[in-house]
């Protein structure tokens, strides 16, 4: 059974209690329902394999319980979670916590997941390098969102072999360096946003050589060199 009860007008929403016997289901949207806490009955909930509670006004901490359900897709953005990175079920393969107040590092069992298509960390306060495991990501991930924090250090070279991204937003940090050069193996890429870094290198006129690339922002970095179109 699949449930959505996003962007409605409630006056009350009332949640059976956490140990009721409910109705199993495998899908359920609940955003924009102003929800301030991850509702307890999900703890019974045994075969959920999609959840959204994206725009509410859920504050603290991912309680451990949901973060050791089986889901395959989880929309936690635009909360008010604080704390460091909630690590989700190694079936994860959506995962989406933007738009909230994570802080900390990331960490490297984060490359454990070797299921995850879509990560998006976006506009959040996490600091740090990227661990060097997190390169190799780009053999299985389709999209990587890391906009709008504090990260630094260079970025991180790209798996040469089978890289499948196609989205890839680092903009809004404080990475520096130079541009490594194995993000031209990564040839499904249709959109690069790399604004608001620092930046240093030449104009890499190389990445024009990646065949299916719609969008590509270097604005805000220390690009220098002459532009020129490739051959």
């Not at 990175?85 to 079936?91: D, K, V, Y």
């Not at 959506?94 to 984060?110: A, D, V």
């Not at 879509?118 to 661990?131: K, Q, S």
Request: aromatic residues 8%.
């Amino acid at each position: 059974m699949d449930v959505a009860l996003s962007s409605n007008a409630f006056s009350s929403i009332i949640f059976p209690e956490p140990n009721a016997s409910v109705t199993q289901v495998e899908s359920l949207y609940l955003d924009s329902l102003g929800i301030k806490e991850v509702p307890g009955f999900l703890q019974q909930q045994n075969m959920l394999d999609t959840l959204t509670l994206s725009k509410n006004n859920i504050s603290g901490r991912i309680p451990q319980w949901l973060l050791e359900k089986t889901v395959e897709q989880l929309d936690l953005s635009f909360n008010n979670i604080q704390g460091t990175l909630p690590m989700p079920p190694s079936t994860i393969g959506f995962y989406r916590i933007s738009n909230n107040r994570l802080s900390g590092e990331i960490p490297s069992s984060i490359c454990e997941l070797q299921n995850m298509l879509v990560l998006d960390l976006a506009d959040n306060n996490f600091t740090g390098e990227l661990p060097p495991c997190f390169g190799d990501f780009s053999s299985h991930l389709y999209a990587l969102s890391l906009r709008g924090n504090n990260f630094a250090g260079k970025i991180l070279e790209f798996n040469g072999e089978g890289c499948q991204l196609n989205v890839l937003d680092l903009s809004a940090n404080s990475f520096e360096g130079t541009l490594p050069r194995s993000i031209a193996n990564c040839d499904q890429l249709e959109y690069v946003n790399l604004g608001k870094n620092k930046i240093i290198d030449t104009i890499p006129s190389w990445l024009g050589w990646l065949p299916r690339l719609r969008v590509l922002m270097l604005h805000s970095n220390m690009f220098h060199g002459v532009l020129k179109a490739c051959d």
